[in-house]
């Protein structure tokens, strides 16, 4: 059973700070930002030939993260289950944006998946499952951060990084943890092969 209602938890946010990093629940536009630098650096000069899923794209705020860095992917998709922000995603950015929920709809192949923030509120076998069916549509691999901490009542869902590990080395060749940036938090590069 969910933790909440993901969509009315987003779309109580848009309502109350309009498109705004606060308005996707982040607590600030900063850390937001410090999750995108840790994905782009696990991903890096692999981006630029890559076709990627941004799942759970919000406003499409990691596009324009990459765009500022010069690290745009050869192709980028925006995925997320709220209509308002796939209106907004696509008007912002001109690129394809899906409303799709990753959980239950088919999900498109693409050399990396990402997700950032997509399931802070989903509960322990969503989460599981979420990682599972990016991946699978991967074809190089997906990269993702989740709330770092151990798991606890509430709207938010918490993970410790061995957790993951122990989770994905069932199916992941690779696997690349970052810890350090922040505390109460932690993003998980997941590979289909060894990095070049």
């Not at 925006?78 to 394809?96: C, I, N, P, S, W």
């Not at 770092?148 to 957790?163: R, S």
Request: charged share 30%; aromatic share 16%; with cysteine.
């Amino acid at each position: 059973m969910p933790r909440i209602n993901n969509q009315a938890f987003y779309e109580k946010a848009i309502k109350r700070y309009g498109c705004t990093a606060r308005g996707l629940n982040w607590n600030s536009k900063y850390s937001q930002y410090l999750r995108f630098e840790m994905i782009h650096d696990l991903l890096g000069d692999a981006l630029a030939s890559s076709k990627i899923v941004d799942t759970g794209c919000g406003f499409g705020d990691l596009y324009f993260f990459l765009k500022q860095r010069g690290s745009l992917p050869r192709c980028y998709v925006g995925y997320d289950l709220v209509d308002e922000a796939v209106f907004v995603a696509h008007k912002r950015t001109k690129q394809r944006i899906v409303k799709c929920d990753i959980l239950n709809d088919v999900l498109e192949d693409a050399d990396f998946y990402i997700a950032s923030g997509s399931m802070n509120i989903l509960n322990r076998f969503e989460t599981f499952l979420f990682i599972r069916r990016c991946f699978e549509a991967s074809r190089k691999g997906f990269v993702f951060n989740l709330l770092k901490g151990e798991d606890k009542e509430g709207h938010f869902n918490y993970f410790l990084p061995h957790e993951i590990e122990a989770y994905v080395n069932e199916f992941a060749y690779d696997v690349k943890i970052k810890d350090d940036y922040m505390e109460g938090d932690f993003t998980v590069l997941l590979l289909k092969e060894a990095a070049e």
